[in-house]
């Protein structure tokens, strides 16, 4: 079931190494199959090193598993709750990448401070509120994915398609799973360049018509960047 889907959520999940994102397990990609409501994610705690594409897990979008020997990621729930949410989205991806979630742990939105944070995400890349005792305590990872949804109220998530979860880490997404890893990729490097820029001038401004040129030049409606 879904054996192009398992393939390309497992090499998405094994991009996040490739790229640096994730060390031990400490991260999960997931895909959905729109037409059939179903989703493939990573295994829960099982290692880069010896996952295979027989290993991802199929879920229905009220997370009960369709097909797969493993148990789903403990994440799931955050994946499920962003398709319900946002029926453009195609894949979801969380890591505990250093940079992003350093951001994450300092309570901070990531300022849109440069061009390559434009080329990607048209706002800052938000920072949830702190979780409540009863969220926290109730359906945990639900409650994550709400809270993600709560902060995107008045915004568009495929025009800043990451955020940070306060004192946890970051979550991404796209169109497909190799998307949402490639916004993750960014994200983690946006937020170490604003690491270094912060650092070496506090006071640091940016120039809104740059952040409106970048990002309307390979998103906007008569966008120019690459090849047709």
Known sequence: ??????EE?????MDL????????????????????????I???????EVMKP??????????????????????????????RAWPEVGGVVHTHSTFATG??????????????????F?????CTSDMTEAEVNGAYELETGNVIIKRFEGMNPMHTPGVLVKNHGPFAWGKDPHDAVHNAVVMEQVAKMASIA????????????????HFNRKHGPNAYYGQR
Do not use: C
């Open 17 to 40: 190494v490739k790229h640096g994102l994730v060390i031990f397990t400490w991260g999960n990609v997931s895909g959905i199959d729109r037409d059939k409501g179903l989703v493939v």
């Open 103 to 120: 951001w994450s742990q300092a309570g901070l939105d990531i300022p849109n401070i440069g061009t390559t944070h434009a080329d990607y």
């Open 42 to 48: 990573k295994p829960s705690g099982v290692d880069y």
């Open 1 to 6: 079931m879904l054996e192009k889907l398992k």
């Open 9 to 13: 959520v497992y090499k998405a999940n």
């Open 122 to 126: 048209h706002e800052a890349i938000p």
């Open 198 to 213: 912060f650092a070496a001038n506090p006071d640091l401004t940016m120039n809104p018509l740059l952040v409106e040129k």
């Open 54 to 83: 027989e290993d991802m897990v199929v879920v229905d979008l009220q997370g009960n598993v369709v097909e797969g020997q493993l148990k789903p990621s403990s994440d799931t729930p955050t994946h499920l709750a962003i398709y």
